[in-house]
């Protein structure tokens, strides 16, 4: 089945841009996403990507999807403290309903 | 606004009792997924369920047992509740078909402590 891998943690200083990476092996998923988790709450769809896509620009979050490689990075640039959450990223696979979720990034922002 | 309602936020049981966390949605989603979250372990899925009556295994499902009676509501029962259970745990739904644009739609998630 799909696996989908993640670093646990990034910390970067207010301002920066953040770059959260993600490595899934599943080549025939159709759509890849990014959510966002804040302290105590659910996740919250941030941006998705469609695998016929290479990047998608959305405000201060860009993604970028490498297909070859099966990677996918979320960058969020002039990172707030806002930004302080756990970031999962998720596969669709092929022909089923389910998404394979990574084990999250904890993004950590320092002034 | 659409959502997936959790019935509680904060839950603590005693071993062995049986508990029922209950999901909502009102969103007319054909499929809704019932998923534990731990630290470092990310978000393991225990069961799901496509339709009203049905339901299938997941990952982890072992512990567990699952209701759909109502195409809006899924819920998780946990049959005699034991420590390794304190969980954080969430539901979820999305629409029949391939997962597309609009991916899953969470619950706030309920924060299960078995003692």
């Known amino acids: 089945g799909e696996d989908v891998e993640q670093s646990l943690f990034l910390s970067v200083r207010e301002g920066d841009s953040s770059v959260i990476n993600c490595t899934y092996t599943?080549?025939?998923?159709?759509?890849l996403y990014w959510y966002k988790q804040e302290p105590g709450a659910g996740l919250q769809l941030l941006t998705y990507?469609?695998?016929?896509?290479d990047m998608k620009q959305d405000q201060r979050l860009t993604v970028l999807l490498n297909k070859k490689d099966k990677h996918l990075s979320l960058r969020i640039a002039d990172t707030q403290t806002g930004d302080s959450a756990i970031y999962f990223c998720?596969?669709?696979?092929?022909?089923?309903?389910?998404?394979?979720f990574g084990t999250g990034t904890r993004l950590q922002v320092t002034l | 606004d659409v959502k997936v309602t959790q019935s509680s936020r904060y839950l603590v049981k005693r071993t062995g009792e049986k508990v029922f966390l209950e999901c909502v949605q009102d969103?007319?989603?054909?499929?809704m997924f019932w998923y534990r979250q731990d630290p470092g372990l990310g978000l393991r899925l225990i069961y799901f369920?496509?339709?009203?009556?049905?339901?299938e295994k997941g990952d982890i499902p072992e512990g567990y047992s699952v209701s759909r009676e109502k195409k809006e509501r899924f819920s998780l029962i946990l049959e005699s509740a034991s420590t390794n259970q304190t969980s954080m745990y969430l539901c979820?739904?999305?629409?029949?078909?391939?997962?597309?644009?609009?991916?899953?739609?969470f619950g706030s998630g309920t924060r299960l402590t078995v003692v």
């Open positions: 998720a596969a669709s696979t092929g022909t089923a309903s389910k998404l394979t």
């Open positions: 969103m007319d989603h054909e499929n």
């Open positions: 979820a739904s999305s629409p029949s078909g391939l997962t597309g644009a609009g991916g899953y739609t």
């Open positions: 599943d080549s025939s998923s159709t759509y």
């Open positions: 369920s496509y339709d009203v009556k049905m339901k």
């Open positions: 990507i469609f695998s016929n896509m």
